[in-house]
């Protein structure tokens, strides 16, 4: 029997949310792929891992983790405030939205990914819809974050509409985002520095389709290829092997848990998440400060740095500091096997009186 199963005959699943902002140049999750290392670990500590795009997406590479919940942002800070509870799926049927803008070949670049995901992997997919109107991707950036606008949305939120009505229970968005060969921000993020100049935008398009249909979602940006660099670093590479970044996003929203606003049978709630760990220095999301006021424990990790400077301190939160992901997969463990993590110390205070905990 494994580790789990023991788990799982003898309490309540341990459940572990693991969140990385998208676009903030975190170390770790900053990168097309670069987290999903980290969420295999902890995978292997908890019951259950909730998490979000951000830190399961690798472009073309991905890693499927059966007791991981692929949770859209928005979807995450609705979750986390208890407005929302995530109730599992075997399979969902997903919907394709493809961007008029995008060119014949990009199109059917994208159409043959969906396809060898059907074929492949087994996934159901229902059927895509190209847009009405090209849905006009703009890119912004500042120092500490990117972000972006789309100019259609209503033709968006239209072919999302007709998917729905098909059926479809998933939506992965494939939008034309502009082409910035030789800027100096992409130059900088193929070299593993910076800010991911797209991460911003992308966010936008997810969380405009989950806020309007609650339905799982999850967006692929369509680009064409780089020219080679034999000089990228290896966190960037992700991004540099094709055409599409759609294989992960089908994989993922393959097994999204649905949303709902009352608890179904199984349903997961926010009181259920044991522990969030996330950068040390970008504590200020809304999911964080929604668990924040609850018994779920906070765990910063300090040496997944980011351009951000949100600490616990700035905020006033309790949270357990510690130095790597290493070192929080510890506290977990000690967690879920319900052991103090001060007990795990040669250097034990003795019992205080009742007066001294203020």
């Not at 990914?113 to 950036?141: E, N, S, Y």
């Not at 540099?240 to 949303?259: D, I, N, R």
């Not at 700035?314 to 949270?319: H, I, Y």
Request: with cysteine; net charge negative; glycine share 8%.
């Amino acid at each position: 029997m494994s580790a789990n199963s023991l788990n799982l005959s003898y309490g309540r699943p341990h459940t572990t949310m693991m969140i990385v902002p998208t676009g903030v140049g975190a170390a770790m999750g900053g990168y097309a792929g670069d987290a999903l290392p980290v969420a295999r670990a902890i995978a292997q500590v908890t019951d259950r891992l909730i998490t979000h795009p951000n830190v399961l997406n690798g472009a073309q590479l991905y890693w499927p983790l059966p007791n991981a919940y692929y949770v859209e942002g928005y979807g995450l800070d609705q979750f986390a405030a208890g407005h929302w509870h995530l109730q599992p799926v075997h399979q969902n049927t997903i919907g394709l939205v493809l961007d008029q803008a995008m060119e014949d070949d990009l199109r059917w670049r994208h159409l043959q990914a969906a396809d060898a995901a059907r074929a492949t992997l087994g996934l159901d997919i229902r059927g895509h819809v190209t847009t009405d109107q090209p849905l006009g991707v703009r890119l912004k950036q500042a120092q500490a974050a990117t972000w972006g606008t789309l100019e259609r949305p209503d033709s968006l939120l239209r072919a999302v509409e007709q998917l729905l009505q098909a059926g479809c229970r998933a939506i992965a968005v494939v939008a034309r985002f502009p082409d910035d060969v030789g800027s100096d921000a992409l130059t900088a993020y193929r070299q593993g520095e910076g800010v991911d100049p797209l991460a911003g935008a992308e966010a936008v398009i997810s969380h405009l389709v989950v806020r309007q249909f609650q339905v799982p979602c999850a967006h692929a940006p369509a680009l064409q290829p780089l020219p080679l660099d034999p000089t990228i670093s290896p966190r960037s590479a992700a991004e540099e092997l094709g055409y599409t970044f759609l294989p992960c996003v089908l994989a993922g929203l393959s097994k999204a848990p649905q949303f709902s606003d009352i608890p179904q049978p199984h349903a997961i709630s926010a009181n259920d998440v044991d522990a969030v760990v996330a950068p040390a220095s970008a504590l200020g999301g809304s999911a964080i400060l929604s668990l924040s006021g609850t018994a779920t424990q906070i765990i910063a990790i300090e040496d997944n740095t980011t351009a951000l400077a949100v600490d616990a301190a700035a905020l006033g939160l309790r949270v357990i500091s510690v130095r790597s992901y290493l070192e929080a997969m510890g506290v977990l463990s000690a967690q879920r096997a319900g052991v103090a993590p001060s007990a795990l110390s040669p250097h034990i205070q003795p019992l205080p009186p009742l007066s001294a905990l203020g």
